[in-house]
């Protein structure tokens, strides 16, 4: 049957979705490899070539999106896992169909493999990785330019899926051929897509790298990533489509990702803060695309988290004093402040240091020095207390304050709720701000700048109140994006967000315990438990897992769990200490 038909069909499956897509996939797939098995000329070979590599590629990202559009007593672990297996081997297949799509050199008229396409169909990453790294592809027959990329495209999706089952070298592979290919299309056809796709490749293969514990590898494929972003940025053309907007948020996406590689906080800092730049640039082009807004939100985040495990690290607070202003002039007297308090303990720090060379025999570890007490004097305003908290730590928590008031304003999550309301990821990413804003409320005593929950009062008790109407935002936004669980993606993307929700849970019982213990009032007890025993029971967590969990192991010491918890966890760490 000629190619004309196959054409028609897989046209009309790019305009249905998922299953009844599939179908049409299906059949393009199969007559485009029965003309294969007749003699034809070069080019109508090499255009069935395509044509079926197109199919199962798309054949394979419906099957992903049909498991993912699952409901909740469908979706499944097991699910998630056999349809990655039957995307991959469709993958596999697509991929050695685009390598026959040559623009120069000979181009065989026949399907390799058949139906099976070489690949087995078991799901694993098989033979092609390594018969196809740099190398080997510089020394095959040049892909036509737009099967190079497209091959490169499904290279990188079977490499997430790699990923997500924990194999990060098989996933390195994948990502560095996917590499090779974008590369080798970018010198047949220069343009900004291409090297956009180049970027993020090497972003992906950065992350794996890290993974795979090669760091110095990873940071240099960073840089190859950062570096191919500005070059297409440059290369960019609205009069030809491109997509600049889309282009600078992945840009910042990948500083992020980046920066949760760095070793070096104020490093990991900087990257945020660029990243930020670049989001808020993005932004500025885009301004009816959520996304950009989600992923700003997502770094101040990150950013906060940052500030406050390293509330002695200067150049950290001062850094995020810098992306504040980068953001405007809503946290102008927090910026003032933190700057301020940041010169008070650097001078402190540098008095300390003085008089240490003096020859004190004080110090923070040493106790007081004897002499004319300057040294005392230095370390008493390095450790300077407000309301118990430290002035390192009132720096931490009021720039940590501002950056999460800032993820939930209209800059970031709030600007993509006012897009679209259901956003999913933005509803998530709320939940997580407000979570963290709480945890900043318990753990920092009475001191810090004001947020939008407001302080409910002063000392410990309006603290913990805070704490708890943050939970209660943070639960209500998880619960909204629950409402529609294929929004937030696959089983294992529902389980995390399931995970945090219990977390909160956790928390916002312990806190509404300790407010009503003083009224007498009833405490809603149970929920936390109830939904790890869930996740539990379905495989979205393991007790390992929550072993590994420093927060909510923390939480747990503080305020024991239900008898059947602690004794699945107790009985966990022993069996782990066991065979360790």
């Known amino acids: 049957m000629p190619p004309t038909e196959a054409e028609r069909l897989q046209q009309q499956g790019e305009r249905r979705k998922r299953l009844e897509a599939i179908a049409c996939f299906s059949q393009a797939q199969a007559l485009y490899e029965e003309a294969l098995s007749h003699p034809l000329d070069r080019d109508s070979c090499m255009e069935a070539h395509m044509g079926q590599a197109q199919c199962l590629h798309q054949w394979a990202e419906c099957r992903h999106d049909v498991e993912e559009s699952l409901p909740d007593g469908l979706a499944t672990l097991a699910g998630q896992r056999q349809a990655a297996e039957e995307g991959v081997a469709l993958l596999r297949r697509a991929v050695e169909q685009y390598h026959k799509v040559c623009s120069q050199g000979p181009v065989g008229s026949s399907s390799s493999g058949g139906g099976g396409g070489g690949g087995g169909g078991d799901g694993g990453t098989g033979e092609l990785p390594a018969a196809a790294m740099r190398g080997a592809v510089a020394s095959t027959p040049v892909l036509r330019s737009d099967a190079a990329v497209n091959a490169g495209n499904a290279l990188c999706t079977w490499a997430e899926r790699c990923e997500e089952e924990g194999d990060a070298q098989a996933a390195v592979a994948l990502y560095e051929q996917a590499v090779a290919l974008y590369r080798s299309a970018f010198s047949q056809e220069a343009d900004a897509l291409t090297l956009g796709n180049l970027a993020d490749a090497l972003i992906q293969a950065s992350s794996a790298l890290h993974k795979a514990g090669r760091t110095l590898d990873a940071a240099t494929t960073a840089q190859e990533g950062m570096a191919a972003y500005q070059a297409a ?70 950013a906060a988290e940052l500030v406050w495990d390293n509330p002695s690290h200067t150049a950290v607070a001062a850094c995020a004093a810098q992306l504040l202003s980068l953001l405007g002039t809503s946290s102008e007297s927090v910026v003032a402040s933190a700057a301020a308090a940041v010169a008070t ?84 990413g709320s939940g997580d701000a407000h979570a963290q804003l709480a945890r900043l409320c318990l753990c920092s005593g009475g ?112 305020h024991p769990p239900a008898p059947w918890l602690q004794q699945l966890l107790t009985s966990t760490g022993a069996a782990v200490a066991a065979c360790s």
């Not at 290369?235 to 030809?240: A, I, P, Q, V």
């Not at 935002?473 to 909204?480: F, Q, V």
């Not at 025993?533 to 010491?557: C, H, I, K, N, P």
């Open 233 to 302: 940025c440059g290369l960019c053309d609205s009069s030809e489509g491109d997509d600049l907007s889309g282009l600078l948020c992945n840009w910042g996406a990948g500083l992020a990702a980046t920066a949760g590689q760095a070793q070096d906080p104020g490093q990991r800092m900087s990257l945020l803060r660029q990243s930020s730049a670049r989001l808020t640039h993005a932004i500025s082009f885009a301004r009816s695309d959520p996304e950009p807004h989600v992923t700003l939100g997502d770094t101040l985040v990150a």
């Open 447 to 558: 001191s810090g700048a004001s947020h939008q929950a407001g302080r409910g009062g002063s000392g410990r008790s309006g603290e913990v109140r805070a704490a708890t109407a943050h939970q209660q935002r943070s639960i209500d936004a998880y619960s909204i994006a629950l409402r529609d669980p294929p929004s937030l993606g696959g089983f294992r993307a529902r389980s995390e967000v399931r995970y945090n929700l219990a977390c909160v849970f956790l928390a916002h019982d312990s806190s509404t315990a300790s407010i009503d213990s003083t009224s007498g009032s009833p405490t809603p007890t149970g929920r936390g438990e109830a939904l790890f025993a869930s996740l539990l029971e379905s495989g979205g967590t393991t007790a390992q897992e929550m072993l590994a969990d420093v927060e909510l192991m923390q939480q747990l010491q503080r």
């Open 345 to 428: 303990l650097a001078a402190a720090a540098a008095a300390v240091a003085a008089a240490a060379a003096g020859g004190g025999r004080g110090g923070v570890c040493g106790g007081p020095a004897e002499g004319d007490g300057s040294s005392m004097g230095a370390q008493e305003e390095a450790v300077a207390e407000s309301g118990g908290v430290t002035v390192a730590e009132g720096v931490a928590r009021a720039v940590a304050d501002a950056l999460l008031d800032e993820a939930l304003g209209q800059r970031a999550y709030g600007g993509a709720l006012t897009i679209k309301r259901s956003q999913a990821q933005a509803l998530v």
